[in-house]
């Protein structure tokens, strides 16, 4: 797969599209491979080759070894001498700690220049919400896990606080993966369900400005999310 594989189509009539900057390029790649990481198409202990992410995204290795660096940084993948970079696990003592910062961010989403909701912001959650219904009729663990990371997005774009999005999103994606090794143990249903009410609830406060709410609700959401996983960790092997 090339970059152009995943570009959106355009029209016919549409003016040529501009070439990525090398900044973009990185982002892009970056994105993919933590996706695929968090999606578990690399699943832990999987090894990423530098030539063979080359060949595929048609770049250098030297921006392979950048974007791979960047991942080393955030606990995604772990490069090791004489082996080469290996996806990591999550442990327990590190996905407590996670848990437990990510709760006190959630309530500075509503304190921290919160970014009022237009028509269309609310319009894009309540689609995410039809999304979840639709979904939950034939449920899909990948299905969830990507209504998720859009919603988590939705989130974030409420504060218009830089460094607390990057922190929230740096934590979101070291979790994100454990979501889906957890969901045999957790029940798919049951997670759509708690989920869809997380976002009716926020769509609900969002509606009529009451910010802090939204950041007192997500709280209780990844607390509640945080005690199901951990009920179930050691059913699914999350490394001790």
Known sequence: MTLETDATPIAVTAAPTRPLSARERFERIYRILRDRICLLDYAPGSHLSEEELAQEFQISRTPVRRVLARLESEGLVQSVHGVGTIVTDVDIEELQQVYHLR??????????????????????????????????????????????????????????????????????????????????????????????????????????????????????????????????????????
Request: with cysteine; glycine share 4%.
């Open 103 to 240: 709760l006190e961010l959630a309530l500075l989403v509503g304190k921290l220049s919160p970014i009022p909701r237009t028509a269309d912001d609310l319009d894009r959650i309540r689609a995410l919400i039809a999304r979840c219904d639709s979904d939950v009729l034939n449920p899909d663990q990948r299905a969830f896990l990507r209504l998720n990371m859009d919603f988590f997005y939705e989130l974030t774009a409420m504060t218009g606080n830089q460094p607390l999005r990057e922190i929230s999103e740096r934590l979101y994606f070291q979790v994100a993966r454990v979501v889906l090794k957890l969901m045999p143990q957790l029940g798919l249903v049951e997670e759509f369900t708690a989920f869809r009410r997380e976002m009716e609830e926020v769509l609900a406060a969002a509606e009529i400005g009451d910010w802090e709410s939204i950041g007192h609700i997500r709280r209780a959401h990844i607390s509640m999310s945080f005690r199901r996983m951990m009920r179930h960790a050691g059913e699914a092997n999350i490394a001790t």
